[in-house]
């Protein structure tokens, strides 16, 4: 995985695309400056990092290709998260990020995974995993 942190790549030149996201609270009015943003490319698993301003706003610039988007912030009585996926680069542009409040139960999900085991050795068939 490569990590650029500036929110740019030498890599691709003058190739890149100006791209702004925006982080919207739902319902809440927030101060949004230091919250972070990380992009990733779902092709080279090149992840972008980015803070925002009071606002909520980040520009990065990003070569073409499908990103998914995640931002969180820790608000004064709470945790705000939120992420977008299925974000396609192909020139410049404005993608708004919904943030939720978590509660102190909640349970964050990012990956699940379908798990099984062999049912018979070198047949390369699979049964299911009833715990999954």
Known sequence: MKRIIDGTSEAYGDDLKSVAFVLEPAGE???????????????????????????????????????????????PDAEYSGSRSGIIVSGDSKFSIPLNKLLEADIVIREVYCGGCTKYPQEWTYQSDSYI
């Open 29 to 75: 009015v927030l101060d949004l400056g230091g919250a972070i943003l990380v992009v990733k490319d779902i092709n080279s698993e090149a992840v972008y990092e980015a803070e925002c301003d009071a606002d909520g706003s980040a520009t990065l610039k990003l070569p073409c290709g499908v990103y998914m988007a995640m931002a969180s912030i820790s608000g």
